[in-house]
């Protein structure tokens, strides 16, 4: 399977910490995307880095690219109860826009 | 980026029947994509729809079950055929946009469906 993993599969933490989730992919890639899903309903498009890029901010999200080591982090920063969510990260190949995601980390932030 | 709506968001279905899901986006864009999230996994891309021609199918994915419409550039279909409870998923369309940070995939709602 082309599947990515991620770490933790669940984690837990309170109101202010900062959360980090971690992905893992197998083949070379354009793109790696990271994706919120509530409850089980459609994704929430968080952030893109592209393989040229190795780290991007948006609000309190920073996303770091290793390409060497094949990884990327997502960090939420001063986390709130609203981010409880699962977050999946997902990579784009070279030759398609097909992506592949990773098998998602359940994040539950208690106020 | 796009906005994406599904239709319907959720339906339970009796074994051996079929649902049409439908996708529409608010702009047009040549690729359209489906996938499907079993109960606590993650996306698996079923599909790609291309307007004017016969959709792409992933490995594990055919046709007679999943048949595809794509009659424009703003909307498809997609078709679970002869359900049966394994069938129980949350399918999801997505297309790609240009987002803030670059083009992305974006996805709508999500369409949940319970096989009994």
């Known amino acids: 399977s082309q599947q990515g993993e991620e770490d933790p599969q669940a984690l837990s933490i309170q109101e202010g910490e900062n959360a980090t989730m971690n992905c893992s992919y197998k083949?070379?890639?354009?793109?790696l995307q990271w994706y919120r899903q509530n409850s089980g309903r459609g994704l929430v498009h968080l952030i893109l880095i592209r393989s040229n890029e190795r780290e991007k901010h948006s609000g309190r999200l920073r996303v770091t690219l290793d390409t060497s080591k094949k990884s990327s982090s997502l960090l939420i920063t001063a986390s709130r109860a609203a981010d409880t969510a699962s977050y999946f990260c997902?990579?784009?190949?070279?030759?398609?826009?097909?992506?592949?995601f990773g098998t998602g980390t359940r994040l539950l932030v208690s106020p | 980026s796009a906005v994406i709506s599904q239709k319907p968001s959720r339906d339970i279905c009796q074994r051996g029947t079929s649902l049409t899901i439908q996708c529409q986006v608010d702009s047009q864009v040549t690729m359209m994509f489906w996938y499907r999230q079993q109960p606590g996994q993650s996306l698996t891309l079923i599909a790609t729809?291309?307007?004017?021609?016969?959709?792409?199918?992933e490995s594990g994915f055919v046709i007679d079950k999943f048949p595809i419409s794509r009659p424009n550039l703003t909307f498809s279909t997609l078709t679970v055929s002869n359900m049966s409870p394994e069938d129980s998923s949350i399918y999801l369309c997505s297309v790609e946009a240009q987002g803030t940070s670059g083009v992305g995939q974006f996805f709508g709602p999500g369409t949940r469906l319970t096989v009994l």
């Open positions: 729809a291309n307007q004017g021609s016969e959709a792409t199918y």
């Open positions: 083949t070379s890639i354009n793109n």
């Open positions: 997902a990579t784009e190949g070279r030759s398609f826009q097909k992506l592949v």
